[in-house]
């Protein structure tokens, strides 16, 4: 169950990956090509779902055609928002960028194929300009009285001369951040920035570290594992299950929620699906959104489960409700559990993703299962 540390490491990622894409991705945005007219709907009309067909990459010669041919069909697939080719283009740069082309540009180009059974198929030209192939040329930290500059080095997952992918440095911040909790210090600030230059294809870190004080181990304890009282039988069945209107509301007790959603699961003879997440998480809306666009994967999982949004934020991260399933690697995070409480599944949802959104589809095909 993730604990104020972990929840940390949730903001600091998300804070991080915010930063990084504003860096690369809303630079250059002015450049894009306006979407074909077919990609665009009228203000308040319903968007149609688009269909991609096919996806073609030029330009991005120095991932050699394998590559080129993974990633170009890794971008196949159904849509349901209308910002999907945006998030296509970003998910190409953001590619080229984990691989070290930190200047990476991409500029689509749609084709409409023809309209069937109410979707628009399509065809995407991505013309792309890589830039230099960024390595690192050295990696300098300040702050540090508990690491050396040595052990800081072995920490993170990247080395002199190793290509300075854009996750990567991320990933790496995140991971440090961990590590100084687990030794004692919870309110440890760890920033890696980096500078390029362009004329040598080099990119010199910077880690920055404030480390705070450190506290005791009871002080972690106490705060990683919460006093658990399970709401009574009067309790729970003092108000029948109802959806809310809002998904996630740090108000509601989740722990309760979750018992009388297990007695409606027994009534209806369905399962209970959690959904681990928070208002401040983006791919939660984008998971809710799915669901409303997509008629027939809403109506599959309403006749097999029970649902509970189960809010995760520094407001009320309902560890307790929590507690007796594995630890969320990612939100939204999926739990399916049958009437007794019994898990049957988990999901970090990541495979459900795509480009611009989620795979319907994908998601259909996990909770058939259930």
């Not at 200047?103 to 409409?112: E, G, I, L, N």
């Not at 729970?236 to 209107?245: C, D, G, L, S, T």
Request: glycine residues 6%; proline residues 4%; charged residues 25%.
């Amino acid at each position: 169950m993730p604990d104020s540390h972990e929840r940390r490491n949730i903001t600091w990622r998300v804070r991080t990956l915010l930063c990084f894409s504003f860096v690369f991705l809303v630079g250059d945005a002015r450049a894009q090509t306006a979407p074909e007219p077919q990609a665009k709907e009228a203000k308040g009309a319903a968007f149609t779902p688009v269909v991609v067909e096919n996806v073609t990459i030029q330009g991005a010669n120095d991932l050699g055609a394998d590559e080129t041919a993974k990633l170009a069909e890794s971008l196949n697939g159904e849509a349901y928002t209308d910002k999907w080719l945006q998030k296509l283009t970003d998910n190409v740069k953001l590619y080229l960028q984990n691989k070290g082309f930190l200047d990476a540009k991409a500029k689509p180009t749609v084709r409409s194929l023809n309209s069937t059974d109410g979707k628009q198929h399509v065809a995407v030209t991505v013309e792309v300009v890589t830039g230099p192939r960024y390595t690192v040329s050295q990696i300098l930290w300040t702050g540090s009285s508990v690491f050396t500059t040595k052990q800081l080095d072995d920490m993170i997952l990247l080395r002199t001369g190793d290509v300075g992918g854009l996750t990567t440095i991320g990933e790496s911040q995140v991971l440090l951040d961990k590590i100084y909790w687990e030794h004692g210090y919870p309110k440890a600030f760890v920033a890696i920035v980096f500078h390029k230059y362009a004329d040598v294809g080099k990119v010199a870190l910077y880690g920055e570290i404030q480390e705070g004080e450190k506290s005791s181990g009871d002080q972690a304890a106490a705060e990683k594992e919460p006093e658990c009282t399970a709401p009574t039988t009067e309790e729970i069945r003092k108000e029948a299950f109802a959806p809310r209107a809002v998904s996630y509301d740090p108000k509601v007790d989740a722990q309760l929620e979750i018992e009388r959603a297990k007695l409606e699961a027994e009534r209806t003879n369905r399962n209970v699906l959690l959904i681990a997440g928070g208002e401040w998480c983006g791919w939660c809306h984008m998971l809710d959104q799915t669901f409303q666009s997509s008629i027939p994967t809403r109506e599959l999982r309403d006749r097999n489960f029970v649902v509970v949004h189960v809010n995760v934020s520094e407001a009320n991260n309902n560890s307790c409700a929590l507690r007796p399933y594995p630890q969320a690697t990612g939100f939204p995070f999926l739990y399916v559990i049958n009437a007794e409480g019994k898990l049957l599944a988990i999901s970090d949802t990541r495979e459900f993703e795509s480009p611009y959104g989620y795979n319907a589809t994908k998601i259909e095909e996990f909770l058939k299962k259930w």
